[in-house]
């Protein structure tokens, strides 16, 4: 009897489901028979495989743009028109510096205050907003929200003569108020809507619990409703920030001087009604936009989280 004969006589016979006995030669298709994927399975893969193909040609058609400006900004004027879809043939870093130095360090400076006030002022009366749409009874609560609701239906072109009257009368033109008071007030509504509908999720038990402990209205508000809705807070600031920064209208019809222009206002300077320096006019665009990448990267995962929270509410 040879060694692969007592070893098959060694194993103990297998059983089956239906309680026969099977043999070792049987083990493989049967493990296979187990394995084979259903059909709706099948189905299911070759569904996904076009809306993977639409998801990756949206994805290029978003992404090249900003990867053709990356790299335009490393050339010359005269290469972009000769080669624009080519790389650099040499690599332009001075182009960033000369941006920086023509303005964009003052203009980067300005886009920051105007652009943090604004975010800070928008999600703190947003928050209190929404906080006393809550407290409120519920018929009161769906009058502030239906004004608040109006608010989206004005759109910021409309109202430019006579936001430019009302700040030229305040003596507000030409200065940071003059973009972080209209930035506030329009975006004020969309983030009272989604602070709103994370808050009505709140547990009432909580809040009852905070009252007994002995806390006031303010401090329910910092010690129940902020800690549990900071997703959606992160969300009203991001949409905020991206609001305030890329806003160019206003920026550049109720600000004229040049020491407190925004970024999108003061890259106008770099266009010339002879000739513009491509490169360096877009490594100013690359150096704008990359704050608000960055912002993005690093706080998607509370961005979606909020979006999320605040439209299954309400």
Request: glycine fraction near 6%; hydrophobic fraction near 55%.
């Amino acid at each position: 009897m040879s060694a692969s004969d007592i070893r098959e006589a060694s194993l103990p016979p297998s059983t089956s489901s239906a309680g026969t006995a099977t043999t070792s030669a049987d083990a493989p298709a049967a493990v296979r028979m187990r394995r084979r994927p259903t059909s709706g399975t099948e189905g299911s893969v070759a569904w996904n495989i076009p809306v993977y193909v639409i998801l990756a040609i949206y994805a290029i058609l978003i992404a090249y743009p900003l990867f053709w400006m990356v790299i335009s900004s490393f050339k010359s004027s005269t290469e972009i028109y000769a080669d624009p879809w080519g790389l650099p043939s040499t690599w332009l870093v001075g182009n960033y510096a000369e941006a920086w130095d023509r303005g964009i360090s003052e203009y980067f400076l300005n886009s920051v205050i105007v652009t943090v006030v604004s975010t800070i002022g928008t999600v703190t009366l947003a928050a209190l907003c929404a906080y006393g749409m809550v407290r409120l009874s519920h018929r009161t609560g769906n009058v502030v929200l239906v004004l608040a609701m109006g608010g989206l239906v004005v759109a910021p072109q409309v109202s430019l003569i006579p936001l430019y009257r009302l700040l030229d009368a305040t003596g507000l033109l030409n200065t940071y108020w003059a973009m972080i008071l209209p930035y506030v007030a329009f975006r004020l509504p969309m983030a009272i809507i989604l602070i709103r509908s994370v808050f009505l999720s709140v547990s009432k038990e909580l809040v009852d619990a905070a009252i007994i402990d002995g806390c006031h209205s303010l401090q329910v508000l910092r010690h129940v409703y902020l800690p549990l809705s900071r997703s959606v807070l992160v969300t009203a600031a991001v949409l905020t920030a991206y609001f305030a920064w890329n806003e160019f209208l206003f920026a550049i019809v109720y600000v004229d001087s040049d020491a407190i222009r925004t970024i999108p206002a003061g890259l106008m300077s770099f266009r010339d009604a002879l000739s513009t320096d491509w490169g360096v006019l877009l490594a100013g665009l690359v150096i704008a936009a990359l704050p608000i990448v960055l912002v993005f990267a690093f706080l998607q995962r509370y961005f979606v989280a909020g979006v999320a929270a605040g439209s299954v509410k309400g």
